[in-house]
T-cell receptor, first 117, second 112 residues
């Protein structure tokens, strides 16, 4: 199994450009997540999905959109990139926990390093 | 705001010594998890401890949880150079949701 994969690994954008980051998982996980990681800030949740066709906002959703058309894929879009979106983006997936209220481990992809000039 | 805060922010020890890092959180939780991140890589799950557990072991890892103090510690015994990484605690929120909140991490350096 490949686990969680992310495409692309690196990208440089100019301010105002758009792009889509792709996350794919082959573990049949229900839950998927997008995080950004900035120096000294830890991981912050952007958006997440608890199943195909459903998405929800996380801690820092502004400037991003997501879609979960297929269970194995979770796309993160930047419609008009800004320098403040320079970051490392991680996708993760997990199974629902016991009774839906306790959560199992999250499996992370290798990350996408995005620079917005 | 961060739910979990690790302490110290950075730690350097000699190979073979034990490393201890701490995590404090603010609200009641269902469980607490620890993750490791090697430089330039994604996070890898190490261990999960539930709110009704006080201590858990996995190989050279020992995790404790004190819900009255809202704190957890991760002990790595007999450290190795390969343990050099950043370590993060992550908590969910009791009566909450499907999300985890990660701390800012402890950067551990093992000196050969």
């Amino acid at each position: 199994n490949a686990g969680v994969t992310q495409t692309p690994k690196f990208r440089v954008l100019k301010t105002g450009q758009s792009m889509t980051l792709l996350c794919a998982q082959d573990m049949n996980h229900e839950y998927m997540y997008w995080y950004r990681q900035d120096p000294g800030m830890g991981l912050r949740l952007i958006h997440y999905s608890v199943g195909e066709g459903t998405t929800a906002k996380g801690e820092v959703p502004d400037g991003y959109n997501v879609s979960r058309l297929k269970k194995q894929n979770f796309l993160l879009g930047l419609e008009s990139a800004a320098p403040s979106q320079t970051s490392v983006y991680f996708c993760a997936s997990s199974v629902p926990g016991i009774s839906g209220t306790t959560y199992n481990e999250q499996f992370f992809g290798p990350g996408t390093r995005l620079t917005v000039l | 705001s961060q739910q979990g805060e690790e302490d110290p922010q950075a730690l350097s020890i000699q190979e073979g010594e034990n490393a201890t890092m701490n995590c404090s959180y603010k609200t009641s939780i269902n469980n607490l998890q620890w993750y490791r991140q090697n430089s330039g890589r994604g996070l890898v799950h190490l261990i999960l401890i539930r709110s009704n557990e006080r201590e858990k072991h996995s190989g050279r890892l020992r995790v404790t949880l004190d819900t009255s103090k809202k704190s957890s510690s991760l002990l790595i015994t007999a450290s190795r150079a390969a343990d050099t990484a950043s370590y993060f605690c992550a908590t969910d929120v009791r009566f909450g949701n499907e999300k985890l909140t990660f701390g800012t991490g402890t950067r551990l350096t093992i000196i050969p």
